[in-house]
């Protein structure tokens, strides 16, 4: 037998056991090598394999992560779509999906960042945010979603309101939830392969061959099904090019030129046409580059292929940082692969934290109302909901992000140090510093991705044309670091894993190439049972539909939160059921001339469902309270109350009355008004009729700087000056929420860590409403040597009292504290950050 890729394309789901046999295996979907060293074996020799149970040579374990947590545990079989797995019964849905992640606990790793939880009874639940994390948008969630968007709500003469378009969206999305709970019944699973590649390559460039980096792993693991490669650097990034791009598009077709000669040589085609590879997309943005290609069998099954590109350089939109991305349909699984350049220099690791987040939200595929639909079916619910045409990144099943991010190792490791760890290959001490892998840790940056472990030297700065760290004289000293990484994202952890993680040795740049090969599950699903199952539902659904009106009832209309704190999420969850005999859509709706469902401090999720006969459902409502809430409800300006419209479709509306008292605290309030009161802030009252009748607030302050600022500095002074990296390491942040309760009650300090007490100094005057500078005294003219007198005695001369004492007053701590620089190794550098 000797059948190609195409006819495995081609071929569908067979009625014996021998078919079925055979369409699986006459495609070299990730197919374990031979051991002849010549890729993927033959489609008829692949099958003879299968049928005698081939068992080949153990396959290399997927690369562990930096961190501890989930491991890959792969072995051979796990590369092979054998007729074992299938049922005897030839029913192809009916098998469990392979997956290639098996749980464990040495491998890939995915850094959660979550709240941490204080129960103090059980409902309502409360979160305490982490003060050094940052919350994740997640896209696929409906949170305060307005379901309907264009219509408007229709009253009948009986009083019953309806939203038609509401309604339609509603069903379609309980509908699609149901099928897609069953979609291991009309899904068959395959595996195959996927590599990554990217390389910063200075706006350099030499007419060779690319196979060392591209084909590296081709002989132990075969050709790839899909190559994905990421350029940075592509042209000089200076303000020319920057502006006019004039250069981009003849580079991008010269390296595009290169990776296609490379991937179709005679050498790995060895001339046989299903081993070559088309080009599905490319896209590139001044020094960005990103292309897809994919092996020519596979082309007839890529559709909705998209492309977008995202600048965040100068001024935030440039093009010389930023991230450009292609999205596809693969099968019927969705990947998404963007080529990033973040922002510059070791310090500014916020920088590159903000470009992430931007490349990341702005990204945006225009991919029309069908294809959307189609995504709805594979796994995106919430899009169907928003009526929208358009799909962001973690709306696919598969995510890869790669190239320079700019992460270097921490500052606290002299450069020196750097290179001597990085020459000798000492790695573990440069991993446990490295930025990307300390930020991620903290949840502030990639929030779930994995990345494979780092087994390679730093890749970047070399001396370019060498494969020595530059060091030259005449060149800035700069430590190494893994600049250049690939991540991946997957809604099902267990349909990817890494199978290496390398480095190429090409040196005509200062980078060198990173790659990365993977074994990814695709879905490819058998309309004719998905139309079977689509029928069952829609089955069940009119028997529910043909009855009467929707009854649904709520446990409680009226939620009391009770006292909620600064910087806390508390949520009460209220359950609705179906008590009636028919469907039941419900949706929250907008206050007559109101836009938003609900005040900016609350959260409802969900926003809309649908319950069938007996079902129920909780929705949760969440307070938070920021720091501009905080300042609104310090002001007056806001209460803790509101009211949400739950309304019943074709049925009747519920009022849900929200309420609770804010537990006032000094975070969120400006030094003007704190300095007023000598008492604890929690006991000065809200209401301003309340709060005159107190105190006199046409008197002088009652003390020179707050009482809350002078506690914190304190404390620090008291615990320790001489603390080793002061101001630089996170403190506990459960301490950090016990003392913030301190400074808010009067309480007196515990035991706590001086590295608590810093942080919540820092958080203090960072969430001040307004600055202790304000903005009209910021410095307008360049300060020099001869001008810094005068422009600080003016500068001092122009503050308000209040201000005027609290800036001297943290200037002068600070003072003291460099005095202790050698002990707690704090520079005025570090401070002023």
């Not at 696929?140 to 019953?160: F, H, K, P, Y």
């Amino acid at each position: 037998m000797n059948m190609n890729d195409a006819d495995w394309l081609t071929s569908g789901p067979q009625n014996s056991n021998a078919g079925q046999q055979q369409q699986q295996q006459q495609q070299g979907w990730a197919m374990p090598p031979t051991g002849t060293g010549t890729g993927t074996p033959a489609p008829g020799q692949m099958l003879h394999q299968q049928q005698h149970q081939y068992n080949p040579q153990p396959q290399p374990q997927p690369t562990m992560a930096n961190y501890p947590p989930r491991a890959v545990s792969m072995t051979s079989s796990s590369f092979t779509t054998s007729s074992s797995s299938l049922n005897n019964n030839n029913n192809y849905g009916s098998r469990t999906p392979p997956t290639a992640i098996a749980t464990s606990n040495t491998n890939s790793t995915n850094y959660n960042s979550s709240n941490r939880s204080i129960n103090t009874t059980p409902t309502p639940r409360t979160t305490m945010k982490t003060p050094a994390s940052t919350t994740s948008t997640n896209n696929n969630s409906n949170n305060n979603i307005l379901v309907a968007n264009r219509a408007a709500d229709e009253e009948t003469e009986d009083g019953r309101i309806r939203n038609r378009e509401a309604s339609t969206k509603i069903r379609d999305a309980w509908i699609y939830k149901q099928i897609r709970s069953r979609q291991d019944e009309f899904t068959q699973y395959k595996q195959g392969r996927v590599f990554i590649g990217t390389w910063n390559v200075n706006a350099k460039g030499k007419d060779e061959s690319l196979s060392s980096w591209l084909c590296a792993d081709w002989q132990q693991h075969g050709p790839p099904d899909i190559v994905v490669v990421g350029f940075q650097e592509m042209v000089d990034l200076n303000a020319v090019n920057v502006a006019v791009e004039n250069k981009s598009q003849s580079r991008s077709a010269f390296w595009i030129d290169r990776i296609r000669a490379t991937l179709n040589s005679r050498q790995n085609t060895q001339g046989d046409p299903s081993r070559s590879y088309t080009e599905l997309a490319v896209k590139y943005l001044v020094g960005l580059l990103v292309c897809v290609f994919v092996k020519s069998p596979h082309k007839p099954r890529v559709k909705y292929v998209h492309t977008d590109s995202v600048g965040v350089g100068v001024m935030g939109v440039m093009g010389n940082k930023g991230g450009v991305s292609i999205r596809l349909q693969f099968y019927d699984s969705t990947l998404c692969f963007t080529c990033l350049h973040l922002a510059a220099h070791r310090e500014n690791v916020t920088g590159r934290n903000a470009d992430f987040a931007n490349v990341y939200n702005k990204t945006s595929f225009e991919i029309g109302s069908e294809a959307v639909q189609e995504m709805i079916r594979l796994g995106s619910m919430s899009q169907w909901a928003m009526g929208t045409a358009s799909v962001g990144v973690p709306d696919h099943d598969l995510v890869f992000w790669f190239g320079d991010l700019n992460y270097r190792v921490d500052e606290s490791i002299p450069t020196e140090r750097v290179l001597q760890l990085s020459e000798a290959g000492m790695l573990d001490e440069l991993i446990e510093h490295d930025q990307l892998n300390v930020e991620r840790a903290a949840g502030r940056v990639f929030h779930d991705f994995e990345e494979g472990k780092l087994e390679f030297k730093p890749t970047y700065k070399y001396q370019p044309g060498t494969d020595m760290y530059e060091q030259r004289p005449d060149k800035k000293l700069r430590a190494p670091a893994w600049c250049d990484r690939i991540l991946w994202l997957a809604q099902e952890p267990g349909h990817v894993a890494q199978m290496n993680y390398l480095r190429s040795e090409l040196n005509c740049s200062d980078h060198k190439p990173v790659m990365s090969t993977f074994l990814v599950t695709i879905k490819d699903v058998i309309l004719a049972k998905r139309e079977g199952v689509y029928r069952e539902v829609m089955q069940m659904l009119d028997t529910y539909e043909n009855n009467s009106l929707p009854m649904v009832s709520l446990d409680k209309l009226n939620l009391d939160f009770g006292l909620v704190r600064y910087d806390q999420r508390v949520t009460l969850p209220i359950v609705i059921a179906n008590t009636g005999e028919v469907v039941a859509q419900f949706r929250l709706a907008p206050k007559v001339d109101e836009n938003a469902l609900c005040k900016p401090w609350l959260t409802v999720s969900p926003t809309y469902g649908m319950l069938i006969p007996g079902e129920k459902t909780e929705i949760e409502l969440t307070i938070t309270i920021d720091n501009s809430t905080a300042h609104r409800l310090n002001t007056n300006r806001e209460v803790l109350d509101d009211v949400l419209i739950l309304r019943l479709e074709n049925g009747r509306d519920f009022y849900i009355s929200v309420s609770g008292q804010y537990a006032r605290s000094c975070f969120g309030m400006s030094v003007d008004e704190l300095v007023l009161y000598s008492d604890p802030i929690r006991d000065v009252p809200l209401d301003p009729i309340l709060r005159a009748e107190k105190y006199d607030l046409n008197s002088k302050a009652a003390m020179c700087v707050p009482k809350e600022l002078w506690r914190i500095i304190d404390a620090i002074y008291e615990r320790g000056l001489d603390e080793r990296d002061l101001f630089t390491a996170l403190g506990d942040p459960d301490e950090v929420c016990v003392i913030r309760e301190c400074l808010d009650t009067g309480a007196p300090f515990g035991k706590f860590s001086v590295h608590s007490v810093a942080e919540v100094l820092t958080l203090f005057l960072s969430n001040l409403i307004s600055p202790i500078v304000p903005v009209s005294i910021f410095p307008t003219l360049d300060i020099d040597a001869q001008n810094i007198q005068m422009f600080t005695r003016k500068f001092l001369e122009d503050m308000q009292p209040i201000q005027y004492n609290v800036f001297i007053y943290i200037i002068s701590f600070f003072r003291e504290v460099l005095l202790h620089r050698e002990k707690n190794r704090l520079s005025p550098a570090k401070v002023a950050r």
